[in-house]
């Protein structure tokens, strides 16, 4: 495993879980040494083909670790040793018949992820809560509409929908009253409790009996006032969107809209825990401008007090950090009930998504930024929530919990990612907190196939001298296992088990270490620990901490002489570090500037949830160049790149751009494409408009597509994530017509050159 040329994709494959690195330092003093953390990327949710699942539950031992095929087992005495405590546990009676012969699948060795089915399985059906924002302009809300009619006709038949309308205050709507229109309201410039809301809305007595729904599922009581079934009563709810208004308070003409974001969340978040608590369920926020009453505000209805920027949120904490409070509060509140909130905000300025990140990374949500309601990037990602068939399935699971279940030698030091605490302290706990710390267990209403978590790691003690029946055997292995529990959109409950083992070594071993180096797992790892930091630590600079980290990690791993840069040179397994470092420093991770809070935000919450692969997307964007000269093929991430016959297609996860060069564009200008004999340049056209397409289809949220010319306006989505190698004050600019970048940033050839003078100072 620790050999060079190892493929970590195809590990990743296997199991859903990568390391930064394959091969651990003995000592805690080494570990520290080695730079880059000791970091898991784990994909609960990851479709995995080769995965079995058996129709029976786990076998536990005392320690709460799972049978796996790294336990010995002693047949003839029908016992297996426990590889994390080496306790000996008896298997269960309808395991009698195992032999050497007769393996259960989690004993297999190339079974190392197995998936239980669990006799538990809920009946109740999936609730999906609409917070619709009504302090909208008539043409928003009636494109808001549109797509919650479509997006009911794709809802599960058993489905349970309520809707919640907000703006100067916010409205229950009692669905189960079919006689009229009926609605509670609630004053919108207060915080209420959730006891509070609950008596409001006669929640707190329930009537005992529970409701039988569609197909049998169960409705917990209470909730059939406020909820109905999609199947049953479609042509209704489609009739409630259609009649909603916009707010009937009137506008102002210097003032904003009153809107009272944060107290719909709150009587949202009661309502959803009172009628369908432990349960698969989704507060699905529709929001389009900015929060300006009641809790959460972000800003007052004066037009003349501006929304608040990076600037402003450096300069005065105080108002942000209220806001985020009360957000952080109502996400405690959503995530104890194993609920899920997705916010889908569409607005030309901030709607205060800075502030509601917690309500989102806590319980797991998803997020969609666009212009308006009206964009395509809006309705297709709302639609792709509820496809179940075909690519375009998310693969949800709801209601999970997550465990890590470490060897003795290895310390959990925290998570992050889209997830919740639970208070699980236990001896694998490190003192050093990462993320979401000081337990080994975590909760999340919602997982798609793509959510990641960034699992940290300490080694325990100062050297493994203390551990010597291990190492007097000539074992040098640890194991972690990852224990996903979770539930199907069917009601079948699953509980996935990973374990996987790793090995240690000297820590002066560097190309043992080295060998089992994965640079590219290092580099989401290293990105998800600095975008932390900087939303924790107010100073911050993460700039100045990677390239400090990458001239230690160069210096320690390099090969080199003294005080001689020409000298210096890095492993394979090391190499493309320093350039996805220099990216990194680069992307809107890091560089604030010229995006708002709430784009940052959504930015580093992408980061947070996705797979290793995309994120290097985000991270390192990807670029091909289309041209009559051969095949599609990749390019360097370099203004080099840009030629005026070439086609290039930009994939930086948030964005697909399709870049004309100046002579492509002035052939498409002329119509040659439409000429039979220039049959050629038509396909050449539609090669990457279909690659595009097919990047977007698989995408969730859906990218924006940018399509533009050379020296075009829309330019600057490419030229923004090019290497600078020619700017306005390079030698040679403008000779033969090359593109340039009007930028002061140094180019990725000045960042090695300094960053080989600083490895190899003594």
């Given amino acids: 495993m620790a050999q060079s040329g190892v493929d970590f994709a195809a590990l990743e494959d296997g199991d859903g879980v990568r390391f930064a690195w394959n091969v651990w330092p003995d000592s805690k003093v080494e570990a520290t040494k080695c730079v880059v953390p000791l970091a898991a990327l784990w994909s609960p949710g990851k479709d995995l083909p080769s995965m079995p699942v058996v129709p029976y539950e786990p076998v536990q031992c005392r320690c709460g670790a799972m049978l796996n095929p790294f336990a010995r087992v002693d047949f003839p005495s029908k016992l297996w040793i426990c590889p994390f405590c080496h306790m000996r546990n008896h298997f269960p009676p309808h395991y009698a018949s195992i032999s050497e012969t007769n393996l259960p699948a989690e004993l297999f060795p190339n079974y190392c992820t197995v998936e239980y089915t669990m006799q538990q399985r809920t009946t109740e059906p999936p609730a999906y809560l609409l917070v619709i924002d009504t302090a909208l302009p008539e043409d928003e809300l009636e494109g808001l509409k549109i797509a919650l009619g479509q997006a009911l006709s794709l809802m599960p038949e058993n489905a349970q929908v309520g809707i919640i309308t907000f703006g100067t205050h916010v409205h229950v709507h009692e669905l189960g009253c079919l006689a009229c229109v009926k609605s509670y309201v609630f004053k919108g410039t207060v915080s209420l409790k959730a006891q509070l809301i609950k008596e409001k809305l006669q929640l707190l007595y329930p009537a005992k009996q529970s409701q039988t729904g569609a197909n049998g599922t169960h409705v917990p009581a209470g909730a059939g006032r406020f909820f109905l079934p999609v199947s049953e009563y ?16 009137p506008d102002v003409s210097d003032q904003r809209p009153s809107r ?7 009587v949202a978040a009661s309502l959803m825990g009172s009628c369908f608590p432990n349960s698969y369920g989704r507060l699905m926020l529709f929001v389009g401008g900015p929060s300006t009453v009641g809790p959460g505000a972000i800003v007052s209805r004066d037009l003349t007090e501006p929304i608040r920027s990076h600037k402003d949120i450096s300069k005065s904490t105080q108002n942000f950090n209220k806001s985020k409070l009360h957000y952080s509060l109502v996400a405690e509140e959503i995530a104890s009930s194993g609920h899920t909130a997705d916010v889908f905000a569409c607005a030309l300025e901030q709607v205060g998504l800075a502030e509601m990140k917690p309500c989102v990374e806590m319980t797991g949500g998803l997020v969609v930024l666009a212009e308006s309601f009206h964009h395509n990037v809006f309705r297709e990602s709302l639609s792709r929530i509820f496809q179940t068939e075909g ?14 279940l470490p060897s003795h030698d290895v310390k959990v030091c925290g998570v992050v990612g889209p997830c919740s605490p639970l208070a699980r302290k236990t001896q694998a706990v490190s003192d050093t907190i990462i993320g979401m710390g000081e337990t080994t267990a975590w909760r999340v209403g919602s997982l798609i196939g793509s959510t990641t978590l960034a699992c940290y790691f300490d080694v325990a003690t100062l050297s493994r001298e203390s551990n010597n029946a291990q190492m007097g055997t000539g074992v040098h292995q640890f194991f972690i296992q990852f224990v996903c529990r979770s539930q ?52 911050f600079d993460a700039t100045r901490w990677l390239d400090r980290a990458l001239i230690k990690l160069s210096s320690r791993f390099g090969d080199y002489r003294k005080d001689d840069p020409s000298s210096f040179q890095l492993s394979p397994q090391f190499s493309i570090f320093p350039q996805f470092m220099f990216n990194l420093r680069r992307s809107q991770f890091v ?4 995006n708002s809070p709430d784009e940052t935000a959504y930015f580093r919450i992408a980061l947070n949830r996705e797979t290793t692969t995309n994120a290097l997307v985000m991270i390192q964007p990807t670029l091909m160049s289309y041209s009559f000269s051969g095949p599609p093929e990749p390019v360097l991430l370099d203004v080099a790149s840009i030629v005026p016959d070439r086609i290039l297609l930009l994939d930086s996860y948030f964005t697909v751009v399709i870049f004309h060069g100046t002579t492509v564009a002035q052939w498409r200008k002329a119509g040659y494409q439409d000429m039979p004999e220039h049959e050629a340049f038509k396909q050449l056209l539609e090669a990457p408009q279909a690659d595009a397409d097919a990047i977007i289809r698989e995408r969730f949220p859906a990218p924006r597509r940018v399509d533009c010319d050379q020296n075009g306006s829309q330019a600057r989505f490419l030229l923004a994530k090019l290497n600078p190698s020619a700017t306005y004050n390079s030698s040679g600019v403008g000779i033969g017509g090359t593109e340039v970048i009007l930028t002061d940033d140094v180019s990725l050839q000045v960042f090695m050159e300094h960053l080989q003078k600083l490895a190899v100072e003594s």
């Fill in 234 to 249: 479609e042509f209704q709810l489609s009739a409630m969107i259609d009649e909603l208004y916009s707010d009937p308070f």
């Fill in 260 to 266: 009272c974001t944060g107290t719909a969340l709150q």
């Fill in 391 to 404: 690519d375009d399935d998310l693969h949800f699971r709801s209601n999970c919990t997550l465990e890590v």
């Fill in 488 to 539: 199907l959109p069917s009601g079948e409950r699953r509980c996935r088990v990973t374990t996987v083992t790793r090995r240690w070594t000297e820590g002066k071993n560097l190309p043992d270490l080295a060998a089992g180096f994965d640079q590219e797992a290092a580099a989401v790892a290293m990105a998800r620990l600095s975008s932390f930091k900087m939303e924790m630590q107010d100073e």
């Fill in 591 to 594: 560089q604030v500037f010229n």
